[in-house]
Every structure is written in C-alpha cells, then in structure tokens.
C-alpha cells in the first residue's frame, strides 16, 4: 500500500471515496471536489483504490499528485465495497468525514454546508438529502424536514442506513464501528447503526440535495444483482448484533428493530429460501431463532405483515418443514388474504397447510382497517359524507358499518348509522359503500373527529376519516350554515398533518 503525503494537520473534514473501476464517472466525482466550500486545510481527500484495471487507477494517482491534501492508498482488489471503506475512514483525520461512491456526485458546497450546520448544531451526524441520477431512487422517508434534533425511529432515519451521511469521527472510535468484510450485500448498514445508537444529536438536512447518487449504465452497481437467502441472513445477523449491543430493551430497539427484521429478515424468508439446500436453510433458521428470537415481541412483529409474521413465528419455532410448505404455496402463486370467523381474524390458506400450521399461528395476523372518503359537502347544518370501508388483504366484506363521532379530549362518542349500503371491491378488496348525512344541530359545541367503525362478527374496527380519499375531494373547509343560511354555525376541515375530517361545531 502506499501514500502520499499530506499537509493538512487537522482538516474539519474527511471525504472518503472507495474506488474500483469507475470509469468514467469517476472524472465528475474528483471534479465536484473543488466546489465544497473547503480550502486544502479544512479538507483532506483519501482516495481508496481496490485494484482498478480500468483506468481508474491512472486518473487517482494523476489527482493525488496534483492536489497536496489528497491521499491515496493503493492495494489488491477485496472483492467488496466494505474493506475500501474501512481503510478510508481508518486513515481519515478530519473531525468529521463523509464516504461518497465513485460514480455518485457531491453538489456544489455540500461538505462546506453540512460541516457548518454540524458545528452550528454540534451535531455527530448530519443526513445529507439525496437525489438520483439516470432513474437511481433516493431514499425519501427521512427528508420530510431539515431538523437539528432528528429521532431515530419518529423520524424514520433507520430508513438510511447507508454511509453516505457526514459522521462526526469520533464515533467510530467510541464504538469500533466497520463495514463487515464477510456480507455481500449492506455491509455499510452495521457500521451507520451503530454510529447512530451513540450518537447525542443526528441531523437532517432536507431543503436540497447534497449527494447525486448514479444508477450506472452498464448495470454494475454493487445494488444492481440479485441477492441470495444467505446473504440477507448475514446481513440480518450482523445488524442486529449491532442493535442489541448498542441499545437497551425498549421501544426505541423495538422500533429500530424495523430495519432488520422488515428488510433482511423478510428478505430472507422470500421464495429464494427455496434456492439453497436444505442443510444451508436449517443454517438460517437456526441462526435467525438465535439472533432475532429473544428480542421478537409483539412489538417488533408489528413490523411485518401477515404472511411474513406467520413466517417469522414458523422460523423462530424451528418449524422448517411448515415454512418450506408454506414459502413453496407462496412460490406457486399463493396470495396472503384475510378469512373470518368466530374466532376473528386469519391467513387463509389450503385446508391441509392451514392444519399443519395450526389456527393459532394463523390468527397472528396484521388487520389494517381502511376508510375512504368518497364526498363531502355541507348543505346547512348537515355534512354530507360518502365514503367506502374494507380491510386490506381481506377476502370478506364488513357486516356492517357505522359513522362514530367522538368529542375530543372526552370519553363521548354517538355512532351514527349509514344509508345507501352496497358491495363494492374496494383497492382489491370486498367492501362497502354508503352514505351518510350528519345533522350536527344534534352536537354539542365542541370538536368532534369522524370515524368509520367496521364491524365483522363481535370485532369492530375503527379508523379516522379523511386522510384516505378519492382524488375529487378537496380539503378547503366547508362552512355549518343556520336553517336561515345567515349564521355560520361550525365548520367541516381537514385536520393539519394526517388530513383527518373534524368538524368545529360554535366555532370552539
């Protein structure tokens, strides 16, 4: 390996760029350097070549000799994205450091604008927003808002658990935190997870993109090939490990425990399970009862949907002759439904691998009740309401529907009954239409929250109305008029946030 020399004591920051035939996006990713806001001692380059053959090699060095604060490290080819990226950051001496691929591009003073909103914030990580290039998909979950404090699980940042973020150094020092060599696939996400759980403060820059990321036109992205059950089951192990050693039980590990378990996990136990041999999905199931079984509550199961949670709980009970059946129905073409009976809700499957399975493993499915607001308008002191009602994945209809109006901030709510009920197949699924006309002359001032109770058998199902609706409903607000149309009497709105329908009877 060698190096070349460089002069900055101590940069503010570090971006690392792990390099394997790149050619010729490289050139746009060296060139962008120059536009970070940055002189040659605030910023140090380490430019990691893992056995370029494609001229790659050539273009570093010719970088590297013409820029005093770049650093080049050469060596043998590792086969993966994980070794390059430890080197980089081992050699990094920068407060902070940012890791970019060699085909994605940093925006004009992106690393100058992320290190000053980190020292303006004391920030130990700072999400940088993303965008794609050439139809590349950039997560988005994460970047609703800007946010100098972000939380990990509200504010969706396991969700990114790429590198590509600016990293106060000192974070992987106080945890060891690398890229495993051994996974083929996401061998950056146990290094960023564990960077987060130490994290004090991790920010979120959301009000443009910092980062270009590529898909390449010859199809060589590390991402770009198809993944095997082994690989998502390493990946599974290693992040976790990283989770529970890093966290305290609880809900912020239950709600972190989201990535592993509906990524890797789910992943896994997809009909490519089927592809490797049998000794090798014993291998997997006995490492999965290991490492996720302890910490799989009904917490973290809620993170799964109800085939994938009848999956999970056949998995982790050793149970491999009934998912292989199972993963095989669905392999065939099978799809997840939801039957019901006295007992409530099921995964509806053949007979004979419903009896091997077992009725209770069956009932722990997901129920996702969904209310659409079809219509709204006000003609006096009514609200006049069509709406639709079904449940997601279900293969029968509600019995019956009711309108519930509940005073908020009070244990009081009236049901109201529904008019003009039909069948109806609802996004797929067996539900009902009607209509409903509400007399608010009826309510006591106040606010009151619209929902649409489901009702199968003994359960009922209750969802708020309004933030699922069709595309001709608009959300201006519609005014509760006297009998002689002269006093605005309340008012029809959409509440801020979910877009729920309330309504204000007196104006409160």
């Not at 100098?148 to 974070?171: Q, Y």
Request: overall charge negative; hydrophobic content about 40%; charged content about 25%.
């Amino acid at each position: 390996m060698n190096q070349n020399q460089k002069t900055a004591d101590s940069p503010l920051v570090s971006l690392v760029i792990p390099v394997y035939n790149s050619m010729p996006y490289l050139i746009e990713t060296l060139d962008a350097i120059e536009q970070q806001g940055l002189d040659e001692n605030q910023l140090e380059v380490i430019l990691v070549n893992d056995g370029s053959t494609d001229g790659s090699e050539k273009v570093l060095a010719d970088y590297a000799e013409k820029h005093p604060n770049y650093r080049l490290l050469n060596q043998p080819n590792s086969g993966g994205p994980a070794d390059p990226c430890n080197k980089g950051i081992a050699a990094v001496t920068g407060k902070y450091f940012f890791v970019v691929g060699s085909d994605d591009v940093l925006t004009e003073n992106a690393l100058g604008d992320l290190a000053a909103y980190a020292e303006e914030h004391d920030s130990d990580i700072v999400l940088a927003k993303m965008a794609g290039i050439n139809g590349r998909h950039a997560p988005g979950s994460m970047f609703k808002a800007t946010k100098p404090d972000a939380h990990l699980v509200k504010d969706r940042l396991f969700n990114s658990l790429t590198a590509i973020k600016l990293f106060r150094t000192d974070l992987v020092t106080k945890t060891g935190a690398h890229n495993p060599t051994h996974l083929r696939i996401g061998s950056d996400q146990p290094f960023t997870a564990a960077c987060y759980l130490v994290a004090k403060k991790i920010s979120v820059r959301a009000d443009r993109p910092f980062v270009m990321i590529r898909k390449r036109d010859d199809g060589k992205n590390v991402t770009s090939r198809p993944r095997t059950a082994t690989e998502y089951s390493d990946l599974l192990t290693a992040l976790v490990d990283v989770i529970i050693k890093w966290s305290e039980p609880g809900e912020l590990r239950d709600g972190v425990l989201h990535r592993p378990v509906h990524g890797a996990m789910r992943k896994t136990l997809l009909p490519r399970f089927l592809d490797v041999d049998e000794h090798e999905q014993e291998r997997i199931v006995s490492e999965m009862q290991r490492v996720v079984g302890p910490h799989f509550n009904d917490a973290v199961a809620a993170h799964l949907g109800s085939l994938e949670r009848v999956k999970a709980r056949l998995a982790l009970a050793g149970r491999i002759e009934e998912l292989r059946a199972l993963i095989q129905w669905e392999k065939d073409g099978g799809k997840p439904r939801l039957a019901h009976d006295d007992g409530g809700f099921r995964l509806d499957l053949p007979q004979e691998l419903a009896q091997n399975i077992g009725i209770e493993v069956l009932r722990d499915v997901k129920v996702v009740g969904v209310a659409r607001l079809e219509g709204i308008a006000t003609e006096g002191r009514t609200v006049n309401l069509d709406a639709s009602a079904y449940v997601r994945d279900a293969s029968v209809a509600p019995d019956s529907v009711v309108l519930r109006v509940r005073l908020r901030d009070s244990e009081q709510s009236i049901d109201y009954p529904v008019h003009t009920v039909q069948p109806a197949t609802v996004d797929g699924a067996p539900g009902l239409r009607f209509h409903i006309d509400l007399d608010t002359s009826e309510l006591i001032d106040g606010v009151w929250d619209l929902c649409i109770v489901q009702r199968f058998g003994s359960n009922e199902l209750e969802n708020r109305l309004g933030r699922n609706r069709s595309e001709g409903v608009t959300d201006e607000r519609r005014s509760l008029v006297s009998a002689d149309a002269r006093t605005e009497t309340g008012v029809a709105y959409f509440t801020k946030g979910y877009g729920n329908v309330s309504l204000d009877v007196g104006y409160t």
